[in-house]
């Protein structure tokens, strides 16, 4: 296997302070054993507007360790923004997208560079379902991957994370041909082709800190990727349609044939009962049509994705 490649580490960071020391800790020590095997590492931390401390904590990493970088964000963008930072800024052979909380564990990285120097230009990391996360995420995000593989073309890998390996290639595509506002990076990488891999990681228990994703920032972000790849919810409309139209058709043969039979009944739960299904579904319906004008509206103002306040190392 050929391990005479540049690896680029891109390591989201937001108000990571009880946590950054140990993760650089357990993140050179994976460095230097895989420098012996002639590997050559950049590590780019993204410092994506945090409040605390890890700025100058970052800074004092870079400053004292060649090949180590910071970009700092002028405020918080998100973490899709953060990783999307830290691809344009890459120059490796391949790019390593992880988090700095530890979940996403540095000892696999040897296993995800194997995988590369065998061929592979995207590898995903799914977390193992045996982990200790909570059994409403553990719902919710197998439920979000049945949908949006339905919904969509992909195949996508369920319980993938933002835990990923893509080649430079893959990296200059995703860089230079998705230019939309509204990412879903773990979706993108998974969508261009080439030769793709998973690999299972086991996340470890929290040592520190805690999710910056809360249950509704999760649903936004479902939101998102699903009218990212798929349009089949504005077709909603025409189906639910449909099945009104037939649904009202049957309550109108209904009457005309009680009518006739001499056993007319009062229409007014009809009536009722009609509105109110024909309300929901309507703005079900409006509600589907403003989400995708939002995304087209932020697309259209074509506001940068994120501002770099300066980069340090």
Known sequence: ??????????????????????????????????SEKGLGFEVIFVNDGSTDNTP?????????????????????????????????NATGDAIICMDADLQHPPSTIPSMTECFAEGAEVITMIRDQRSKSGWVKKIASSLFYRTINMLSKGDFEPMASDFFLISKRVAE????????????????????????????????????????????RLFLLSLSAIATFSHMPLRL????????????????????????????????????????????????VIGIIGEYIGYIFTEVKNRPVYIIERITG
């Open 1 to 34: 296997m050929d391990f005479n490649k540049n690896i680029s580490v891109v390591v989201s960071v937001f108000n990571e302070e009880a946590v950054v020391a140990s993760f650089w800790n357990e993140l050179k020590r994976v460095i230097k054993q895989l």
């Open 56 to 88: 100058e904590i970052l800074d004092g990493i870079a400053s004292g360790t060649p090949g180590t970088k910071v970009v700092h964000f002028s405020k918080n963008f998100g973490h899709e923004a953060a990783m999307l930072a830290g691809i344009e």
């Open 173 to 216: 595509i995703i860089v230079n041909n998705y230019r939309e506002k509204t990412r879903f990076l773990r979706g993108l990488i998974q969508s261009v082709g080439f030769e793709k891999r998973s690999l299972s990681y086991t996340a470890p228990k929290r040592v520190a800190g805690k999710s910056k994703y809360s249950f509704m």
């Open 237 to 284: 409309g025409l189906g639910l349609g449909v099945m009104f139209g037939a649904f009202s058709l049957i309550v109108g043969i209904y009457s005309v044939i009680m009518k006739f039979a001499g056993q007319p009944f009062s229409g007014y739960t009809t009536i009722v009962l009609l509105m109110s299904l024909g309300f929901a579904m309507l703005f079900t």
